[in-house]
């Protein structure tokens, strides 16, 4: 679905990532997985086309998307959940879920979609979204991203600021959107919750990928059980 193919971008004369070349599979969670500073997030800008690459390629069902608007991107199906979850708390559930719908075409089956996947967001169509649980909110997070009925849903560090039991339940959602068909590309530092959820992956550090492959691989594989779990 996503190749990204030799991929260098940067900030001014410094290049972030450098020489990236990754792919993500329909219908699997393929994470990315590295410590501040690793250039997570500036994959992530990259991909949405807002922070451009320098040189390389992103092809996103066979096109090459590298060189379009964000607006593009996301009319051809790319969703992004940010970090922190960006809900907008004095809005109801039902308002933060129109404001995710791109285009208005089916809203209403699209609604529904997401409330097949989410039923509690159906049960507070009509609550303050900043007065629901940080589980819930994680559900109008993605719910919103969905509205815009995309191929490739991006994940950007779910668990940063939550505590063990909200990371818990914002990963269960993850793992729940993915059930119902959606393919997502997780971008995380917490790699235990990650790799229990993934079925495949990338290690960045320092701007270049260091170590790829299933998530199983990933857990066993020497460097990143020394880097990350000591």
């Given at each position: 679905?996503?190749?990204?193919?030799?991929?260098?971008?940067?900030?001014?004369?410094?290049?972030?990532?450098?020489?990236?070349?990754?792919s993500v599979e329909p219908g699997r969670i393929?994470?990315?997985?590295?410590?501040?500073?690793?250039?997570?997030?500036?994959?992530?800008?990259?991909?949405?086309?807002?922070?451009?690459?320098?040189?390389?390629?992103?092809?996103?069902?066979?096109?090459?998307?590298?060189?379009?608007?964000?607006?593009?991107?996301?009319?051809?199906?790319?969703?992004?959940?940010?970090?922190?979850?960006?809900?907008?708390?004095?809005?109801?559930?039902?308002?933060?879920l129109r404001l995710g719908a791109y285009r208005?075409?089916?809203?209403?089956?699209?609604?529904?979609?997401?409330?097949?996947?989410?039923?509690?967001?159906?049960?507070?169509?009509?609550?303050l979204a900043g007065t629901m649980s940080g589980?819930?909110?994680?559900?109008?997070?993605?719910?919103?991203?969905?509205?815009?009925?995309?191929?490739?849903?991006?994940?950007?560090?779910?668990?940063?600021?939550?505590?063990?039991?909200?990371?818990?339940?914002?990963?269960?959602?993850?793992?729940?959107?993915?059930?119902?068909?959606?393919?997502?590309?997780?971008?995380?530092?917490?790699?235990?919750?990650?790799?229990?959820?993934?079925?495949?992956?990338?290690?960045?550090?320092?701007?270049?990928?260091?170590?790829?492959?299933?998530?199983?691989?990933?857990?066993?594989?020497?460097?990143?059980?020394?880097?990350?779990?000591?």
């Amino acid at each position: 679905m996503l190749a990204i193919e030799n991929i260098s971008v940067g900030y001014d004369r410094a290049d972030v990532l450098q020489d990236v070349s990754l792919s993500v599979e329909p219908g699997r969670i393929t994470c990315i997985l590295g410590s501040n500073g690793s250039g997570k997030s500036t994959l992530i800008r990259a991909i949405l086309g807002l922070t451009p690459a320098r040189k390389g390629r992103i092809v996103f069902d066979g096109e090459d998307i590298a060189r379009l608007p964000t607006h593009a991107i996301v009319a051809r199906g790319i969703a992004c959940i940010p970090e922190g979850r960006r809900i907008f708390p004095k809005l109801t559930v039902h308002e933060n879920l129109r404001l995710g719908a791109y285009r208005e075409k089916a809203y209403a089956a699209r609604l529904e979609k997401v409330f097949g996947i989410f039923p509690r967001l159906k049960e507070r169509l009509d609550q303050l979204a900043g007065t629901m649980s940080g589980g819930e909110q994680a559900m109008v997070s993605i719910g919103r991203g969905l509205m815009s009925e995309p191929k490739l849903l991006l994940v950007d560090e779910p668990s940063l600021g939550l505590s063990p039991l909200l990371v818990k339940e914002n990963f269960a959602v993850i793992r729940r959107a993915n059930e119902m068909g959606i393919t997502v590309l997780l971008v995380e530092q917490n790699v235990r919750q990650t790799l229990a959820i993934a079925h495949a992956g990338y290690v960045l550090s320092q701007g270049k990928v260091v170590a790829s492959g299933t998530a199983a691989e990933l857990a066993q594989n020497a460097e990143v059980h020394q880097a990350y779990f000591g």
